[in-house]
């Protein structure tokens, strides 16, 4: 897959610098170009299949170091900017990312997500009255706030599926049908997400990925026939050597109410 949104070699000074929730003006987006690595006139994201049942895909260096630095708390200067004196080891720590209109680095990420899954960008923001033909119904994103996760040693999260099953009163039955998860740093020991429902007619082993910096992996939480897919379960297997940092996105379909 072939996107424009290529790969920030340093982050901007006015990184947090609010932009519009319908999108950066082209303006806007036209400051990142002395940021950007100038030998990319575009990124190739190549998808690796590495499971059909469920259907897993690996992209490797989909996040620049730049890009991973920016939003990797394990960092010492990290901790100094943000006034953080504990290395936030406090358990299983989760918050969220600035919102995509409040950082033009996760705007791009955002751009970047969505050509990978051939997905028109406007549908990962707010959508401005012109814009409403795309999704009569809601003028929402389909995204989710990107979370921010940590693991310490020992901890994990057990085995568990991304959808969530709506009421049935819930018009259209809207659920997560994508999950993007983006490693910010390489885990010493321990710490892969497995699918411990993984098919595979040559090998019983259950499906592994060992988190290394930069990697992303997608997979999808339904079938193309919109049914949940229960192959898709997986677990952050427990860290036994160092720390895991890694990052959420979430896309729901047909569309995000919250």
Do not use: C
Not at 49 to 63: A, G, H, K, Q, T
Not at 92 to 98: E, M, P, Q, T, W
């Amino acid at each position: 897959v072939k996107t424009g949104e290529t790969h920030l070699i340093e982050a901007p000074q006015d990184i947090h610098s609010k932009i519009s929730k319908f999108g950066a003006t082209q303006e806007e987006r036209a400051k990142l170009a002395s940021f950007r690595d100038p030998n990319q006139s575009e990124l190739a994201l190549n998808l690796t299949v590495i499971s059909v049942v469920p259907r897993v895909f690996e992209i490797r260096n989909f996040l620049s170091p730049a890009e991973v630095d920016r939003h990797y708390p394990g960092r010492i200067d990290y901790r100094e900017q943000h006034g953080v004196k504990d290395p936030w080891r406090y358990k299983n720590v989760s918050k969220f990312l600035d919102k995509r209109d409040q950082d033009v680095v996760v705007d791009s990420i955002h751009r970047r997500a969505a050509d990978l899954l051939q997905i028109d960008e406007a549908f990962f923001r707010h959508r401005a009255q012109n814009e409403s033909m795309l999704l009569p119904e809601s003028s929402f994103p389909i995204t989710e706030r990107l979370q921010l996760v940590h693991y310490d040693v020992g901890q994990q999260y057990t085995a568990h599926h991304d959808f969530i099953i709506p009421p049935l009163k819930d018009q259209g039955q809207a659920s997560r049908f994508a999950t993007l998860l983006l490693y910010l740093n390489d885990v010493e020991e321990g710490g892969e997400t497995s699918f411990p429902r993984f098919l595979n007619g040559k090998k019983s082993e259950i499906l592994q990925v060992k988190p290394e910096r930069g990697l992303a992996i997608l997979f999808y939480n339904q079938l193309p026939d919109g049914n949940y897919d229960e192959r898709s379960q997986h677990a952050a297997k427990p860290v036994i050597k160092g720390e895991k940092w890694l990052t959420n996105f979430w896309v729901w379909d047909p569309h995000y109410k919250n």
